[in-house]
């Protein structure tokens, strides 16, 4: 069997973390890193296998040989890079955001549409455990959403300095709080209607106060609050599902209870036990891409569904900066036609 030949754009942390998953898949051989400190690149190669090269540039690292390529760079420099390989006809696996604009965004999917190479967004809740389990009860039809509610603190948008800089993040919804986004979409559907009140609390820089009421075309509503400014006290990532006489609820990617009934038994779950890589998602999601780049299948979470998350998140933003309410379904559909 032909391996996946991966390159790796970007030599942080993440990066280490998809590199260590891959060179346990036999499927694949990691060929490069390229990272514009020739230092950390060395030494994640070195971390990834004694034949793995480096490289300074995304056309250095195609050069090398590879057919796909992960970009793990900060959230503002994904999209030329993405591309950039799928003129190639490259695959990509993209860490999260997509794109930090609508129209960048759009200049992505389009270009998957085009391009033989395939096109992923890296959205590792989806894969969490906490989260899987939720899932699983809301398919069996045993948890039938009505309400719900998002919580997300990022906690200080002081250490490291950068996550206060949108000129590298993009926003502060672009950071972590992207992963709700998505994963509410991945629940409940499409959003019909956003409505934002936002507030700039303590960065200087940017919004960093955001509460936010969605109303899904399900019908279902659900609320979500998420913050950059009130310390780091557990769990500063939290859901609840409330359906028919059952709700579901997180703390962190530790925990999460279930309760079906007025008088059945709580299901709890905790994994703190379980390694990072496995609980919050990354084995699956890699495994999945590999999949489909093994099968010919479509990836977890392709362009038009990455395309549809970053829409909502502009959409957001769009009514924190105007405070009117946002017809989400219209304007995308408009944009889809």
Not at 5 to 18: F, N, Q, R, T
Not at 59 to 81: F, K, R, W
Not at 320 to 335: F, H, P, R, S
Request: hydrophobic letters at 40%; aromatic letters at 10%.
């Amino acid at each position: 069997m032909n391996k996946v030949k991966v390159g790796i754009l970007g030599a942080g942390h993440i990066a280490a973390v998809h590199a260590g998953l891959l060179k346990q898949d036999e499927r694949v051989e990691i060929v490069g890193i390229a990272d514009i400190f020739e230092e950390k690149a060395q030494e994640l190669a070195a971390e990834a296998g004694p034949d793995v090269r480096t490289a300074g540039s995304i056309e250095e690292l195609i050069a090398l040989g590879v057919d796909t390529v992960y970009i793990t760079t900060p959230n503002t420099m994904h999209v030329s890079p993405v591309l950039h390989c799928l003129k190639n006809n490259v695959n990509v696996f993209s860490e999260k955001p997509m794109a930090t604009s609508e129209e960048e965004a759009r200049q992505i999917r389009d270009a998957a549409r085009e391009s033989r190479g395939c096109y992923n967004l890296g959205m590792n809740r989806r894969y969490a455990y906490v989260y899987k389990k939720i899932k699983s009860y809301m398919d069996s039809g045993q948890l039938d959403a009505y309400s719900a509610h998002f919580k997300m603190n990022r906690g200080e948008l002081l250490h490291p300095a950068w996550t206060s800089d949108p000129a590298k993040t993009g926003g502060f919804l672009y950071e972590t709080p992207f992963h709700l986004m998505d994963l509410c979409r991945y629940y409940f559907g499409e959003v019909k209607k956003v409505k934002c009140q936002a507030t700039q609390a303590v960065s200087g820089s940017e919004l960093d106060n955001f509460a936010i009421l969605l109303t899904f075309e399900s019908g279902l509503v659900m609320t979500f609050n998420t913050f950059a400014h009130s310390g780091w006290s557990f769990p500063f990532e939290a859901i609840e599902i409330y359906g028919k006489y059952s709700t579901a609820s997180t703390a962190e990617l530790e925990t999460v209870k279930v309760a079906c009934g007025l008088e059945g038994e709580i299901d709890s779950s905790d994994y703190h036990l379980m390694p990072v890589s496995k609980k919050w998602g990354y084995e699956e999601e890699n495994r999945l891409f590999i999949d489909a780049l093994v099968n010919g299948t479509e990836p977890p979470v392709n362009a038009e569904e990455a395309y549809k998350s970053t829409f909502l998140l502009t959409s957001i933003y769009e009514s924190a900066k105007t405070g009117e309410e946002i017809n989400v379904a219209d304007q995308l559909n408009k944009v889809l036609s």
